[in-house]
């Protein structure tokens, strides 16, 4: 069975960093490109990071580009989600996604939640 | 960036109904590779976002038939025959042909 399980979230000061984790399990995690998605309270959904299976390529839109940085562990099969410089606006719920190429989403974590605020 | 236009924002349906929703974008959807990058994901109250339609009109395994995706270049539609209680939720449209990717606002579909 596919699972994905996130962790790390929290209450953070703007300015500071946080990391995320999401461990993966029931699949050959290495074949696999990743993707992180979060949700503001009651808002919809935003995709903030994506990276290549082999770890080599990784995407952000301009909402984090420079502040945000994904990276995986293959041998790990864990996934991670470094963000500095958080902002009030990056309170969210944020959610790691297997990627199938061109394909969709197919599993999702439970998402964890991070607020930013002194 | 690509936006991507959900209509209606809430669709009140009674169960056993069909129920549309609608999808525009800002900019046709067809990659240079001649596909259509467009998926559909339902978040169900107080769960993560599941996939249900990839490239257009392919259900995701284990999504019933009642789903059906539709659709070409800007203009999308996800139709859901015979709506059940496990339908409710908020559905998402979603465009990975243009970088960034983009989600749609999303349609809250609700019983009347």
């Known amino acids: 069975e596919v699972q994905l399980v996130e962790s790390g979230g929290g209450l953070v000061q703007p300015g500071r960093s946080l990391k995320l984790s999401c461990a993966a399990s029931g699949f050959t995690f290495s074949s696999f490109p990743m993707a992180w998605v979060r949700q503001a309270p009651k808002k919809g959904l935003e995709w903030v990071a994506s990276?290549?299976?082999?770890?080599?390529?990784?995407y952000y839109p301009d909402s984090v580009k420079g502040r945000f940085t994904i990276s995986r562990d293959n041998a790990k099969s864990t996934l991670y989600l470094q963000m500095d410089s958080l902002r009030s606006e990056d309170t969210a719920s944020y959610y790691c996604?297997?990627?199938?190429?061109?394909?969709?989403?197919?599993?999702w974590g439970q998402g964890v939640m991070v607020t930013v605020s002194s | 960036d690509v936006v991507l236009t959900q209509t209606p924002v809430a669709q009140p349906v009674t169960l056993g109904d069909q129920a549309s929703i609608s999808c525009r974008s800002s900019?046709?959807?067809?990659?240079?590779?001649?596909?259509?990058?467009l998926e559909w994901y339902l978040q169900k109250p107080g769960q993560s976002p599941q996939l249900l339609i990839y490239k257009v009109s392919n259900r995701f395994s284990g999504v019933p038939d009642r789903f059906i995706g539709s659709g070409s270049g800007s203009d999308f539609t996800l139709k859901i025959s015979r709506v059940e209680p496990e339908d409710l939720g908020v559905y998402y449209c979603?465009?990975?042909?243009?970088?960034?990717?983009?989600f749609g606002g999303g349609t809250k579909l609700e019983l009347k």
């Open positions: 996604a297997r990627r199938r190429t061109y394909a969709g989403f197919d599993y």
């Open positions: 990276i290549s299976s082999g770890g080599g390529g990784t």
């Open positions: 979603f465009q990975a042909t243009h970088d960034p990717p983009t």
């Open positions: 900019q046709s959807l067809v990659h240079s590779n001649g596909n259509t990058y």
